[in-house]
């Protein structure tokens, strides 16, 4: 669906609100009519920043037990610090991160660690006739005192441990490129390589597995007219996971595909293909070959005030034929965007459910509200069949230029599909907060969040408080 953005006025924020806004948009629902990507070509120059966060925290229920074990307190102290250079047609961005905990918890006691260190590297270029993008993350948490929902993945793999990760330390290794050229020519290339690896420590739970995913394709376009482009593609996907029965998969995907502009306002799709997974199972050493037909339409049309699009396809994985089908419109107002669609999927074991997605956020002088509601049905890491729906709502409201209130709930349900146990596991947050900014460099936060947990029945549920003090240095320019 085409991305489509609230017009907003430009304000110049001090440090503290810059970090105020920063922080806030991590949830999805405030990011919705937003720029997608990275901005190019402000030429601003080199700027570094250094974050100070300290945190106090007293939750009833950290580790979401039934009954509960007792109450814990920690103490948390964050440095962020936040390298950006920019150029007509460049931007790189360094970031790295980390904090020291102090935390008194039930049967435990009293234990200070250093925990969360991030590290991530992010380049895009843009010629006239070429693009790369360059992407390299590196990042551990504590789960019992890190599981935000809002690092759910609502475009990739559905990973069980969105869910149910409570307790232990995850890694997660991330690896992106992206080259083009040929842009402006009747021979383009593009090449896209993507690595995602999780691990685990600290951790009994069987469902907490280390799993790697490899992505390569590459890409040639023929422009054969200015309204009409083909390509040729190949895809190659890798797939390894220490579950039990020590899973590897290949996946290779060879298709055609082309892209017509009926007129100036619309556009269709289309692609066929074909696609094989060898899928190995190393703890009984079997391997078994699976190949079929993948294909796609999309139509898109733009209108006065937003698009509407129809697309259909089908995928091929480990477990057989997906066939997805969806319907979508979008709307722009002078102060709001809603962006829907919604229709069916039909899989391997012959289940057909509905999915969808609905984006919208509402600007007021005083206020907002934002909202990210998602359905889907995809392969997950534990290679079944997996329902997710997810939603993310948010209400600002902006008592003045310098403080304002935020209430935010997030909810992700999951359930398994076929003829196994459907495992349905659900966890949600409702947090309301508020900020201010109590100087130019210095910001206030304190709040409450009331969290569930339910597995297969079996629910928890936790209170905590909270007062965060931040600052934002300026140390360039």
Do not use: C
């Amino acid at each position: 669906m085409q991305q489509t953005t609230v017009a907003s006025t430009v304000v110049q924020q001090t440090p503290s609100q810059q970090l105020i806004a920063q922080r806030a948009q991590r949830n999805p629902a405030r990011r919705v009519g937003l720029p997608t990507g990275q901005q190019l070509g402000t030429g601003t120059g080199l700027s570094v920043t250094l974050d100070y966060l300290s945190s106090l925290r007293h939750d009833d229920n950290l580790r979401l037990t039934d009954p509960s074990l007792g109450s814990t307190t920690w103490w948390e102290n964050t440095l962020a610090l936040n390298v950006l250079k920019q150029t007509a047609d460049s931007r790189l961005s360094f970031d790295l991160s980390g904090l020291y905990r102090i935390a008194n918890e039930p049967i435990i006691g009293t234990d200070s660690s250093f925990s969360d260190p991030l590290a991530r590297l992010d380049y895009q270029r843009t010629r006239s006739n070429s693009q790369l993008g360059l992407l390299l993350e590196y990042s551990e948490r504590d789960l019992a005192f890190n599981r935000s929902l809002t690092d759910t993945n609502l475009d990739g793999v559905i990973d069980i441990a969105d869910v149910i990760g409570t307790i232990g330390d995850q890694v997660d290794t991330r690896g992106d490129l992206d080259w083009q050229t040929g842009l402006n020519d009747p021979l383009g290339f593009q090449f896209t390589y993507s690595h995602r690896e999780r691990s685990y420590t600290n951790t009994i739970d069987p469902n907490l597995f280390e799993n790697r995913i490899d992505d390569y394709s590459a890409t040639a376009f023929f422009r054969f007219s200015p309204v009409f482009q083909s390509d040729l593609r190949i895809a190659y996907s890798e797939f390894a996971a220490e579950d039990s029965v020590r899973t590897d998969e290949q996946t290779t995907v060879v298709s055609i595909g082309g892209t017509y502009d009926v007129s100036p306002i619309t556009t269709i799709n289309a692609s066929i293909g074909y696609s094989q997974v060898d899928d190995t199972q190393r703890a009984t050493n079997t391997t078994t070959v699976t190949e079929d037909f993948v294909w796609s339409f999309a139509w898109t049309k733009t209108l006065p005030d937003g698009s509407a699009d129809f697309q259909i396809d089908q995928l091929f994985g480990v477990n057989g034929s997906r066939i997805n089908a969806t319907a979508g419109r979008s709307y722009q107002r002078p102060n709001s965007v809603l962006s829907f669609n919604a229709g069916f999927t039909r899989g391997p074991f012959d289940e057909v459910t509905p999915i969808g997605q609905i984006d919208y956020r509402y600007q007021l002088a005083s206020s907002q509200l934002g909202a990210t509601l998602q359905r889907r049905v995809a392969t997950s890491t534990q290679s079944l069949e997996t329902r997710q729906t997810v939603a993310f709502l948010t209400y600002d409201y902006f008592i003045n230029q310098v403080s304002g209130l935020s209430f935010t709930v997030n909810y992700i349900d999951q359930e398994d599909e076929g003829p196994g146990p459907t495992n349905p596991r659900d966890r949600s947050t409702f947090t309301a907060s508020y900020t201010r900014a109590i100087t130019r460099d210095w910001a206030l936060n304190v709040g409450y969040q009331y969290e569930r947990d339910d597995q297969n029945g079996f629910a928890a549920t936790s209170d905590s408080v909270f007062v965060t003090l931040g600052r934002r240095f300026t140390l360039k320019p």
